[in-house]
């Protein structure tokens, strides 16, 4: 939070002294804000109750400083706390607008109620070398760095850390220029912790639509975005953002997950409801996605999506014997991680081998394919597509009939399933052929999509795009930006066989896309298919944040 603001800075010590009943008000400015953070016991209990500590590696973590949110702030550094760092590098912005250069560099220890910090002298004398940088002594007022150091401190010792702060006028060539002078400070056991909070004294559902448009630059993971956001309204520090993600990109090839989404009102609440809020994130940042994957919190639910899946042809020799399949089923359930797991089924599922039927028509036998399912943990299968219909109305009734025998929802096109907390829409578009099968043939079919009697959050799965293909395409792009401006959440993919590489934002961020998973079991080799899972993470505010999870070609695992 910026404290050029009289408002805000009294609203937050409203809310300080009713979290926290000794927190006093009688104090200088930086004393009431520093206060609790220097209560051993509140940095002790928020410790207590985030426990989850990632086994994956992690290069970075985004957490709030307001000490309202310890819990979250605990969340962040305790996930990365197994973690084995020999340099720690924290950076939040300069509240107090105390700065003459762009950023600045602390050169005196930090003192916590655990102990000071170590300095890590080699790196702020590199940093004081440059005009960039100024020397900010202690910056005993400054809570970005302040409100997280204790934590370090307890959860991280002896691990030498160096802080900076940015100033709020800082430019884009300022903060290249200072991703040039970090990134040789910085290697692969470093951590970087980026101390921020996002939107700031809105109303709490302007606040809301802020959120998702910064969710949609954080899962997007590009830095050149940072620059659209506006200051303080999605943030307070864009420099912040932008450096913990370009230097993520360029020292730990990592990326980001979502784990937590909240605001003041949160913890307390207002008289009115709609009252002025900030808003909190928590980013962990990794070179490894399938690790992250088993990490979860009871305060969001996390669903798994997977692309094509078809159990016939050239896996109908591996299905004949369980074992060829166990080394897949073990790795596939690293990847996913808990949660409700959801597929692309690409084909009919029937007892027993039709008269006549060709390798063209997508049959599998109900007998090994639905074991396979069953040990997948498949919750839901979507029959969106053209295959589904390879063998006529009876091939798709009996399809119906085995799912829902062996517990699995069967999703059909254009007919919307509340699944939990979120509602599921499959729709099938229009390739270069199709046959007499409901279709998406033109645009503005999409329109009723604004009518869906529905107020949980909307997620499309798609079957679309030309074969081996991973980007989105002028016509896919028209109809991304048809439902954003319906209000659909996301937009999941499938078909192509090839994964697309990064999730991308339309309708001015609102609406996160995965344009293509590729395949998950399927029956092709070759550098022109790939595939990925897709986790939706949604927060109680009904926010999601999507991720990719990369997996291998598992045919090539069992026939080279």
């Known amino acids: 939070m910026l ?27 930086e004393n009431r804000f520093l206060a609790a953070a220097n209560d051993p016991a509140i940095i002790q209990a928020a410790m207590a109750a985030e426990k989850v500590v990632a086994e994956a590696r992690i290069t970075g973590v985004t957490v709030p400083h307001h000490i309202l949110a310890a ?34 560099v602390l050169t005196e220890p930090a003192q916590t109620a655990f102990g000071p910090l170590m300095q890590d002298q080699e790196a702020i004398a590199h940093l004081r070398a440059s005009d960039l940088f100024e020397d900010v002594g202690s910056a005993p007022r400054e809570h970005a760095i302040h409100t997280l150091t ?30 040039e002078i970090l990134a040789p400070l910085l290697g692969p056991k470093s951590l970087i912790v980026q101390s921020t909070d996002y939107s700031h004294f809105l109303p709490r559902d302007v606040a809301l639509l802020r959120d998702i448009e910064t969710l949609g630059v954080i899962v997007a993971n590009n830095p050149e975005l940072v620059s659209t956001l506006s200051q303080p309204s999605h943030l307070d520090s864009k420099a912040s953002q932008y450096l913990q993600m370009r230097l993520q ?12 989404h909240r605001d003041a009102h949160d913890y307390v609440p207002s008289d009115t409801g709609n009252g002025p809020t900030t808003s909190y994130f928590v980013t962990l940042y990794s070179d490894d996605p399938s690790g992250l994957s088993a990490l979860s919190w009871e305060d969001h ?12 042809r050239g896996w109908s020799r591996v299905l004949e014997t369980r074992e060829a399949f ?15 797991f959801m597929v692309n089924l690409e084909g ?79 729709l099938s578009f229009r390739r270069g052929y199709f046959a007499d099968h409901p279709v998406i043939r033109q645009i503005e079919q999409l329109e009723t999509v604004c009518d869906l009697a ?78 990925a899972l897709v986790e939706l993470r949604q927060f109680e505010k009904g926010t999601i944040a999507l991720r990719l999870i990369p997996i291998p070609n598992y045919y090539e695992m069992v026939v080279r």
């Open 348 to 426: 009919v599922l029937l007892e027993e081998r039709p008269a006549g039927s060709n390798p063209v028509q997508h049959l599998m036998l109900a007998k090994s394919a639905l074991a396979v399912l069953e040990n997948m943990g498949v919750d839901a299968g979507n029959m969106a597509n053209n295959h589904s219909h390879d063998f006529g109305s009876f091939g798709l009734e009996e399809t119906f009939r085995l799912l829902d025998a062996s517990g699995i929802i069967a999703l059909i096109h254009n007919r919307i399933q509340e699944f939990g907390n979120i509602a599921l829409l499959p």
């Open 454 to 531: 529905t107020r949980k959050p909307v997620v499309v799965l798609t079957h679309w795009g030309a074969d081996y293909t991973n980007r989105v395409g002028p016509l896919e792009k028209e109809a991304l930006e048809v439902l954003a401006n319906c209000g659909v959440a996301a937009v999941i993919g499938a078909h192509s066989h090839l994964a697309s590489k990064q999730v991308t934002l339309h309708g001015g961020g609102r609406l996160q896309a995965v344009f293509s998973m590729g395949n998950l079991i399927f029956d092709q080799t070759g550098d022109d298919v790939s595939g």
């Open 301 to 312: 639910r996390r669903v798994v999506f997977g692309g094509d899946v078809f159990l016939g």
């Open 326 to 340: 166990d080394p897949i089923l073990k790795d596939l359930e690293k990847r996913r991680g808990p949660g409700a």
């Open 71 to 104: 819990d979250l702030i605990a969340r962040g550094i305790r996930a990365a706390s197994g973690g084995d760092y020999d340099r720690i590098l924290v950076i939040g912005p300069d509240h107090f607008r105390s700065l003459n250069a762009p950023f600045g």
């Open 3 to 29: 404290l050029g603001s009289r408002v805000s800075f009294c609203a937050v010590l409203t809310f300080l002294s009713l979290a926290f009943p000794g927190f006093s008000q009688g104090e200088t400015k």
């Open 150 to 179: 204790p934590f370090l401190q307890a959860m991280m010792p002896g691990i030498p850390v160096t802080m900076i702060t940015t100033a709020s006028r800082s430019q884009r060539r300022d903060w290249d220029g200072a991703v």
């Open 249 to 260: 990109e360029r020292v730990h090839g990592a990326r980001p997950m979502v784990v937590a």
